[in-house]
């Protein structure tokens, strides 16, 4: 067997092609390999519905069992179910899905109990390093008694506990479009939203990890196109999109227009503090500046941090925050662990619509204050060199401070840009954001024309 487990392990998940490179024999080495670095004695799998899935979340248990630790097998569920199961059991974690990426890949994201992030510098390297020493020889046999795989379905609990958090009780009737994109959406959206004044037009709601319709990724514009001519369509009150493993929500209003996760992270920012009385509210640096500013409006206290979520839950762990926030439409909430949930965020939309008379493009207007460019990736030969040019076109200029807490920030009075290499490709990603569009489209073609060269 081989493979290259470098390429493999990234940020907080393995993810590989199947089967040229991520297969069974392989997952059931991380499997020996999760319970051994993390010292479990229980754990609890899921898996979405790509082909693949199934038989690699069965090989890790396999693995897992065969050093005497019990396994729990939710099955088919969206991430943040699983992360509702390591919450409510607490039991460390496995969740099978490559989330939005094409049908050929799979892989895993694994957490410890209570849904606590495994990321690099807590546990996952060690798990790669110890899986790639047994690629040849195995995993070392061991003397306990294996462990049991048992099954339990946990898909009415979590949707109970998410409808806990917010009442929709007492909302107008809505008409929401959900687009699945065949990904788990489609397997816990009619259970989480039965029983509520909702009438829910669905969307590739058939479980499909070949993707037949569009790829699971709303973050790609051409991929809500279905969705906002739907909306607009059936006269609906807002649409609604999931990636594959549906721990993401994208929002359209009623006249099918994108909703900017940033404009999603105040207005539920502004819910959570009301519901806790204040608090801290996590955001990383590409949101947009209306974040901070609604929460300091609302007495609560903004803290910026690197994109990406072991960084938010780790914050958020540190700060006892109460919600965090990413442009990436990733939501994270102290009530589910400090773990992301699209679906909680959704819920959190559906609320704040549903209790007032206007249309959702009114309700988000307060909260989308400023031009934004988007995240634009640009190829580059030279990550470094890239990134020391931007910054000596910048630095020393009147007015401009320069932060690197990730990337590059440039902030001036009236706009601001972030520049980041990717970890995984060797493209810089830009965001930037101003007080008009015409302040935003300079500075971005600005930074743009330096990046390419």
Same mark, same amino acid.
């Given at each position: 067997m081989?493979?290259?487990?470098?390429?493999?392990?990234k940020?907080y998940?393995?993810?590989?092609?199947v089967?040229d490179q *991520?297969?069974e024999?392989l997952?059931?080495?991380f499997?020996?390999?999760?319970?051994?670095v993390?010292?479990?004695?229980a754990?609890?799998?899921?898996?979405?519905?790509?082909?693949?899935s199934p038989?690699?979340?069965?090989?890790?248990?396999?693995g897992?069992?065969?050093?005497?630790?019990?396994?729990?097998e939710?099955?088919l569920?969206?991430?943040?179910q699983?992360?509702?199961?390591?919450?409510?059991?607490?039991?460390?974690?496995a969740?099978f899905?490559?989330?939005?990426?094409?049908?050929?890949?799979?892989?895993?994201k694994?957490?410890?109990?209570?849904?606590?992030p495994?990321?690099?510098?807590?546990?996952?390297?060690?798990?790669?390093?110890?899986?790639e020493?047994?690629?040849?020889?195995?995993?070392?046999g061991?003397?306990?008694?294996p462990?049991?795989?048992?099954?339990?379905d946990?898909?009415?609990?979590?949707a109970?506990?998410?409808?806990?958090l917010?009442?929709?009780?007492?909302?107008?009737?809505?008409?929401v479009?959900?687009?699945?994109?065949?990904?788990?959406?489609g397997?816990?959206?009619?259970?989480?939203?039965?029983?509520?004044?909702?009438?829910?037009?669905p969307?590739?709601?058939?479980?499909d990890?070949?993707?037949?319709?569009?790829?699971?990724?709303?973050?790609?514009?051409?991929?809500?196109?279905?969705l906002?001519?739907?909306?607009?369509?059936?006269?609906?009150?807002?649409?609604?999109?999931?990636?594959?493993?549906?721990?993401?929500?994208?929002?359209?209003?009623?006249?099918g227009?994108?909703?900017?996760p940033?404009?999603?992270?105040a207005?539920?920012?502004?819910?959570?503090?009301?519901k806790?009385g204040g608090?801290?509210?996590?955001?990383?640096l590409?949101?947009s *500046?209306s974040?901070?500013?609604v929460?300091?409006?609302?007495g609560?206290?903004?803290?910026?941090? =690197?994109?990406?979520?072991?960084?938010?839950?780790?914050?958020?762990?540190?700060s006892?925050?109460?919600f965090?926030g990413?442009?990436?439409?990733?939501?994270y909430?102290?009530?589910f662990?400090?773990?992301?949930?699209?679906?909680?965020?959704?819920?959190?939309?559906l609320?704040?619509?549903?209790?007032?008379?206007?249309?959702?493009?009114?309700l988000?207007a307060?909260?989308?204050?400023?031009?934004?460019?988007?995240?634009?990736?640009?190829?580059v030969?030279?990550?470094?060199?890239r990134?020391?040019?931007?910054?000596?076109?910048?630095?020393?200029r009147?007015?401009?401070?320069?932060?690197e807490l990730?990337?590059?920030?440039?902030?001036?009075?009236?706009?601001?840009?972030?520049v980041?290499?990717?970890?995984t490709e060797?493209?810089?990603r830009?965001?930037?954001?101003? =007080?008009?569009?015409?302040?935003?489209?300079?500075?971005?073609?600005?930074?743009?024309?330096?990046?390419r060269?």
């Amino acid at each position: 067997m081989t493979a290259d487990l470098s390429q493999l392990v990234k940020a907080y998940d393995v993810r590989g092609v199947v089967p040229d490179q *991520w297969d069974e024999p392989l997952a059931e080495l991380f499997g020996a390999a999760f319970v051994q670095v993390t010292g479990a004695d229980a754990i609890v799998i899921g898996h979405d519905m790509r082909p693949s899935s199934p038989g690699l979340s069965r090989a890790f248990a396999r693995g897992a069992a065969a050093r005497g630790v019990d396994v729990t097998e939710i099955g088919l569920c969206s991430t943040d179910q699983l992360y509702y199961a390591s919450g409510a059991f607490g039991l460390p974690g496995a969740m099978f899905t490559a989330s939005h990426n094409p049908a050929q890949y799979n892989g895993i994201k694994m957490c410890r109990a209570g849904a606590a992030p495994v990321g690099q510098d807590t546990g996952l390297s060690e798990i790669r390093q110890l899986a790639e020493s047994w690629l040849d020889s195995g995993a070392p046999g061991s003397d306990t008694t294996p462990g049991t795989i048992t099954r339990r379905d946990t898909l009415e609990d979590y949707a109970a506990y998410l409808r806990s958090l917010v009442d929709l009780t007492s909302i107008r009737p809505l008409k929401v479009v959900v687009d699945a994109g065949n990904g788990m959406g489609g397997h816990t959206v009619p259970t989480v939203f039965s029983g509520l004044p909702l009438e829910l037009v669905p969307m590739y709601f058939e479980l499909d990890g070949t993707f037949p319709n569009h790829e699971a990724n709303p973050l790609d514009p051409a991929n809500i196109v279905d969705l906002q001519k739907r909306v607009r369509e059936e006269g609906a009150d807002l649409g609604i999109a999931f990636d594959g493993d549906a721990d993401r929500c994208f929002v359209v209003d009623e006249r099918g227009e994108p909703v900017s996760p940033s404009a999603i992270t105040a207005l539920v920012a502004a819910r959570e503090l009301a519901k806790h009385g204040g608090g801290t509210v996590i955001h990383n640096l590409i949101t947009s *500046w209306s974040v901070p500013e609604v929460v300091r409006e609302l007495g609560g206290t903004p803290v910026r941090t =690197r994109v990406g979520h072991s960084f938010i839950k780790a914050e958020m762990a540190r700060s006892g925050a109460i919600f965090g926030g990413e442009h990436s439409a990733h939501y994270y909430f102290r009530d589910f662990w400090n773990a992301d949930t699209g679906m909680l965020a959704a819920l959190h939309v559906l609320a704040a619509l549903g209790g007032q008379d206007g249309p959702l493009s009114g309700l988000v207007a307060e909260y989308d204050r400023y031009a934004g460019s988007g995240e634009i990736n640009s190829t580059v030969d030279d990550q470094a060199a890239r990134l020391a040019a931007v910054r000596a076109a910048y630095e020393g200029r009147e007015g401009i401070t320069i932060d690197e807490l990730d990337g590059l920030t440039v902030t001036a009075e009236d706009a601001w840009f972030n520049v980041r290499p990717s970890n995984t490709e060797p493209l810089l990603r830009l965001n930037a954001e101003a =007080r008009d569009e015409a302040t935003m489209t300079k500075v971005r073609d600005e930074v743009l024309k330096i990046i390419r060269g």
